[in-house]
């Protein structure tokens, strides 16, 4: 049943793929700042995708994103296109452009990472995946620095023991460690047999040496879930093991001791599992938030939002999203009231990026059940909500959320 249900929302393991997107040139995006605030231009509108690797970068006030699935599904099979492309979002002026970047770079990829070290003022990228034909897939440990004033990419050669290849791994930059921080994914060459990892490696950034760190009461394997860290902890939330085996728990990771501790399980007041999610700590320390991602029922992308409380470890749901409302018509068919939209959230989703700055965290494109997404979503930490963050066309939403009243089915 859950392989039916990501198949049906355009999860392309296991799929065919068509041949690679190609990259543009572009501006860096930055405008000088006046008085009166900065001085924006008209951005670009991206080619909506999923898969990203996402990263913020809170000195220059923006958002960087790289690679990604722009192929859409046809009668919910996936396709595969993926793009070397980077665009880069200007938080002030909430617009997009692209950048052209030289050097060798990851080139195509999908399901990968990035993070910005601010320590030497670069950015990272790691691991991901490309289709290697026939449902399968080759996944990578190479870790790419790209520079942020000339855009050229560089790889890094390292060290020790280093981490199998991988995909939907959970990835942070550790500063205060001076260290990338990697925890599961997935390995398996085929799109049908996902399997998740339970292994954690650092690699030191001064030295370019990667280091595995085995510690009792590690959480059962997983991939596609999401991380967060906050002081001295990492948590892990959600993911999945398998096509049959998803999450909701909460791990924490504490980067000083190098141990594991179960910080909640599952049970009846907790989220709903799911793989895909995107997780914030609150700046101090005291929650954390979950949203959206995929789920193990009949509706498949979620786009809820829920705070966990840390200290009680509690979970409060600011908002359950969109309301399961009819059954499918058949395959690939699903009538146009299949949900009650919750107007005040984005359209479900998951493969889609998410980042935290400044006490406000933002999920970013996606993979939604029409298609894929272009769209920004913030999320105040303090006090937790859904906003729409810059204009988009969004042409992967469902047709109720249009208002329209023409709608025959769920995407059109």
């Known amino acids: 049943m859950l392989l039916v249900l990501g198949l049906a929302c355009g999860d ?15 501006g860096s995006g930055e405008d000088a700042g006046t008085d ?31 690679g990604g699935n722009v192929a859409e599904p046809e009668m919910c099979m996936p396709r595969t296109t993926l793009t070397t492309e980077v665009w880069v979002y200007d938080l002030a002026c ?14 195509e990829r999908a399901r990968h990472h990035l993070v910005h070290d601010t ?10 995946r490309v289709p290697a034909g026939g449902g399968n897939y080759t996944h990578f440990a190479d870790v790419f620095e790209l520079d942020p004033e000339t855009w050229t990419w560089s790889e890094i050669a390292t060290n020790g023991d280093a981490p199998s290849g991988r995909s939907n791994s959970g990835v942070v930059y550790d500063e205060a460690r001076d260290q ?48 967060a860290i906050a002081g001295d902890t990492l948590y892990v939330a959600g993911g999945a093991a398998s096509f049959v085996t998803y999450f909701n728990d909460v791990w924490a990771f504490d980067l000083v001791a190098e141990t ?58 600011v908002t359950t999203g969109d309301e399961l409302n009819g059954e499918p018509l058949g395959p690939c068919r699903f009538p146009a009231d299949f949900t009650i939209p919750d107007t005040e959230a984005p359209e479900r989703r998951h493969g889609f990026g998410y980042v935290q700055g400044g006490g406000t965290g933002y999920v970013i494109w996606g993979k939604g059940d029409c298609g894929n997404l272009n769209d920004v979503w913030a999320i105040d930490l303090a006090s937790p909500e859904w906003a729409l963050h810059g204009a988009a066309t969004t042409a992967g939403e469902a047709c109720n959320r249009s208002g329209s009243t023409m709608c025959t089915e769920l995407c059109f």
Not at 12 to 26: C, E, I, Q
Not at 277 to 297: K, N, Q, W
């Open 36 to 66: 009166a605030g900065p001085a924006c231009e008209t951005g670009e509108t991206p080619l909506a995708r999923g898969e990203i690797a996402a990263l913020i970068d809170e000195t220059r006030g923006r958002i960087v994103v790289h």
């Open 12 to 26: 392309d393991d296991g799929m065919t793929t068509d041949d690679a997107g190609t990259m543009a040139d572009g």
């Open 94 to 107: 909430e617009s997009w452009e692209m950048v052209a970047t030289t050097g060798g770079g990851p080139g």
């Open 119 to 128: 320590s030497r003022d670069r950015y990272l990228a790691f691991g991901g």
């Open 260 to 317: 594991w501790t179960r910080v909640r399980g599952g049970g009846p007041d907790a989220p709903p599992v799911r793989f895909g999610p995107a997780l914030f700590a609150a700046e101090d320390g005291s929650r954390l938030v979950m949203a959206a991602g995929h789920d193990s029922t009949a509706m498949g992308n979620i786009n809820d939002l829920f705070v966990l409380d840390l200290a009680t470890t509690d979970w409060t749901p």
């Open 180 to 227: 990338l921080v990697v925890y599961g994914g997935n390995s398996s060459a085929s799109g049908l047999s996902p399997t998740g990892l339970d292994d954690l490696f650092v690699l030191d950034l001064a030295t370019n040496r990667w280091r595995e760190i085995t510690a009792e009461g590690a959480p059962m394997g997983r991939y596609y879930h999401a991380v």
